[in-house]
């Protein structure tokens, strides 16, 4: 199939792409039932089953895993000798965070300013409408054997789907592995995604009181959680922002594409006059760099406090480690400054919630190299970055160790403007076809490779 004709094909098949992802984005697949009912990751799975059952996979099941959620996978026959390459997306997503903060309706797909809005309208279930159309795209005319993992508590982080994949092997083995949840620089931007930073998350509770006490009568000697939380806190950041914590390494530098101030300053809705955190460029602080961050504090809201010591309170914390940092020294080196920056003897608890390693994908191989032209091909450009991501995707690891001799490369359609976790989430649909087109392109591509060198060796 010619390139153009390809292209034709995948544009052909876009407004059969907005109505899966229409449809996909009405399921309100948050994988938390305190805060979605369960049968909305119910309708979304069975949904997942009927698409790929009609594109030809056998063996569409839909696994439960140890955290209650359910890993859909299925299997597309190539040529017996051919490759196989394996497809990873998530079909859950992340809750709202406000439904009066979106400017459209949250589980309604809406097209404004030439973008498509809705929750999961690029994180995931974006790159999982860019799958349906480069195999439709190449209906018929597939060289090679494909599988599919779809994971349902992806962004819950509680671990099912690496416990799937390591207890069944056998059915995610690839040679090539696209874990589709990520993207490009910018749109229009190819990129391939080569590090993730891994994370630690821990919660810290302070206790000094047996209850609130009156801040007249007691305030001043009576010690305060709160106030003793903030300082312990504080020793996390210097003056410039940048993470200290004793024995993990803050000075390491990007080797790849810088990341432009002013483009950051956009991608991260950063309010005019306000500084960007670090001493150092900003490729290297969010993609090199530890970065801690206070994701929640339980203390009294402003509304409805009242003159009272604060007795016991709490914050969740989350660290994200660069690759080259061992995880389980950089958690305990956190858990060691917290506690040695405990003031006034007041009792501090801390709880290991959860741990994900750093990763490093391909950057070499047949795999790699085809994926590199694909992209080049089909957006005309003479190069393709090559950029890391703050985020974790702790399944990655899982992937590297139970298939140490796959290439494993992260791809999708996840650009910055995307909003991915925050309100007003959307995708450019321009980024969906020419990911298409790139995937398509790759999969064609690297089934004829494939059987060249192997020709070539035999």
């Not at 979304?44 to 063996?59: I, N, P, S």
């Not at 139970?402 to 309100?423: K, N, Q, S, W, Y």
Request: proline share 6%.
């Amino acid at each position: 199939m010619a390139d153009d004709t390809l292209r034709a094909r995948v544009r052909e098949l876009m407004p059969q792409a907005k109505a899966d992802l229409t449809e996909m984005v009405s399921f309100r697949s948050v994988h938390n039932p305190e805060q979605s009912p369960p049968e909305e990751c119910e309708k979304m799975v069975a949904w997942l089953q009927e698409t790929f059952r009609a594109l030809g996979f056998a063996d569409v099941d839909a696994h439960e895993t140890s955290d209650g959620s359910k890993a859909v996978t299925g299997f597309l026959a190539g040529h017996d000798d051919a490759p196989t390459v394996l497809l990873y997306f998530h079909h859950d997503v992340q809750p709202p965070l406000g439904e009066d903060e979106w400017d459209s309706p949250v589980w309604d797909l809406t097209e404004r300013n030439g973008r498509w809005y809705g929750r999961g309208t690029a994180d995931c279930k974006g790159n999982i409408a860019m799958h349906l159309a480069a195999l439709r795209a190449l209906e018929g005319q597939i060289p090679l054997n494909i599988k599919i993992a779809g994971e349902g508590s992806e962004e819950q982080g509680t671990g099912g789907m690496e416990d799937f994949v390591a207890a069944n092997p056998e059915i995610c083995a690839a040679d090539v592995i696209l874990v589709c949840d990520s993207g490009n620089f910018a749109v229009g931007r190819p990129s391939l995604t080569t590090t993730l930073r891994g994370m630690v998350n821990v919660v810290v509770t302070v206790e000094t009181l047996s209850s609130a006490m009156h801040s007249g009568m007691f305030g001043g000697a009576a010690p305060d959680a709160l106030a003793a939380l903030i300082a312990m806190l504080a020793t996390l950041r210097d003056a410039k922002g940048n993470t200290t914590i004793a024995g993990v390494d803050n000075t390491a530098t990007w080797p790849g594409v810088d990341y432009p101030v002013d483009a950051f300053r956009t991608d991260a809705n950063v309010l005019d006059g306000v500084d960007l955190l670090g001493s150092a460029r900003v490729s290297d602080m969010v993609w090199a760099r530890p970065a801690l961050t206070v994701l929640g504090i339980d203390c009294p809201s402003v509304l409805g406090s009242s003159a009272a010591i604060v007795p016991k309170t709490r914050a969740r914390l989350n660290l994200r480690v660069p690759p080259g940092t061992d995880v389980a020294r950089a958690e305990d080196a956190l858990i060691a400054q917290l506690t040695s920056a405990a003031p006034w003897h007041v009792n501090v608890t801390i709880e290991r919630e959860a741990a994900g390693a750093p990763f490093r994908g391909a950057t070499s191989g047949l795999g790699y190299e085809t994926m590199v032209d694909a992209m080049k091909d089909v957006y005309g450009v003479a190069d393709v970055l090559l950029m890391g991501q703050g985020g974790s995707i702790p399944l990655c690891n899982v992937f590297a160790d139970t298939f140490p001799d796959a290439e494993i490369m992260l791809i999708g359609v996840e650009e910055p403007r995307c909003l991915i976790h925050a309100p007003n989430e959307s995708v450019d649909p321009t980024e969906i076809e020419n990911m298409a087109v790139v995937e398509a392109t790759f999969l064609r591509d690297y089934a004829n490779r494939w059987a060249a060198a192997k020709a070539a060796r035999e």
